[in-house]
T-cell receptor
Framework: SQTIHQWPATLVQPVGSPLSLECTVE??????LYWYRQAAGRGLQLLFY??????ISSEVPQNLSASRPQDRQFILSSKKLLLSDSGFYLC?????????????FGPGTRLTVT | AQTVTQSQPEMSVQEAETVTLSCTYD???????LFWYKQPPSRQMILVIR??????QNATENRFSVNFQKAAKSFSLKISDSQLGDTAMYFC??????????????FGTGTRLTIIP
């Protein structure tokens, strides 16, 4: 079976510090991978998606970036965090199931920028 | 662009009763998918049920079922025999049909459901 991991689970960082969040998927190959952000009390906003190693598409202009150094690894980064970067970050992978595409989410990382 | 609207920010229901969560969407696409996700206090997003737009039959998964009205662009979720573990935020989501590799989900703002013992 497939599993998706994210770490760290919780992170508190000062404004201006760098960021690195990691996501890995097990039990599947060549998955499509996604980074979402959920602000407090709101729905999810797609930040980045990747269809393969080194292939990243950005949905929202911001000071965040993403990389996919390995097939099942997806990293979200920032050189200098802003207060507005606080939120809950979710990684997801997708698969084709009975003719439709489904996305499955990791446990998330709660980021607080102080 | 697609939009998804959930007009009920909060709902509560007694345990064992039935509750219906509303969702409407706006799109010019003819082929798409709709989903309901559940986010319990642990905050992990869990896929509850999906519906393909080309299917007229409403999807069901155990106690969960949907009422899909394509012409009205409505996609409600019915939870029967509600249980305490159903307490969560519920998000409606839309996905355009695309070739594999670019399936983006557009989410509504969610409905917070509380099951009262």
């Amino acid at each position: 079976s497939q599993t998706i991991h994210q770490w760290p689970a919780t992170l508190v960082q000062p404004v201006g510090s760098p960021l690195s969040l990691e996501c890995t998927v097990e039990g599947t190959s060549n998955p499509n991978l996604y980074w979402y952000r959920q602000a407090a009390g709101r729905g999810l906003q797609l930040l980045f998606y990747s269809v393969g190693i080194g292939q990243i598409s950005s949905e929202v202009p911001q000071n965040l970036s993403a990389s996919r150094p390995q097939d099942r690894q997806f990293i979200l980064s920032s050189k200098k965090l802003l207060l507005s970067d606080s939120g809950f970050y979710l990684c997801a992978w997708s698969r084709l199931n009975d003719g439709s595409y489904e996305q499955y989410f990791g446990p998330g990382t709660r980021l607080t920028v102080t | 662009a697609q939009t998804v609207t959930q007009s009920q920010p909060e709902m509560s229901v007694q345990e064992a009763e039935t509750v219906t969560l509303s969702c409407t969407y706006d799109t010019s696409e003819s082929n798409y998918y709709l989903f309901w996700y559940k986010q319990p206090p642990s905050r992990q997003m869990i896929l509850v049920i999906r519906q393909e737009a080309y299917k007229q039959q409403n999807a069901t998964e155990n106690r969960f079922s949907v009422n899909f009205q394509k012409a009205a662009k409505s996609f409600s979720l019915k939870i029967s025999d509600s249980q305490l573990g159903d307490t969560a935020m519920y998000f409606c989501a839309f996905m355009k049909h695309r070739n594999f590799g670019n399936e983006k989900l557009t989410f509504g703002t969610g409905t917070r459901l509380t099951i009262i013992p």
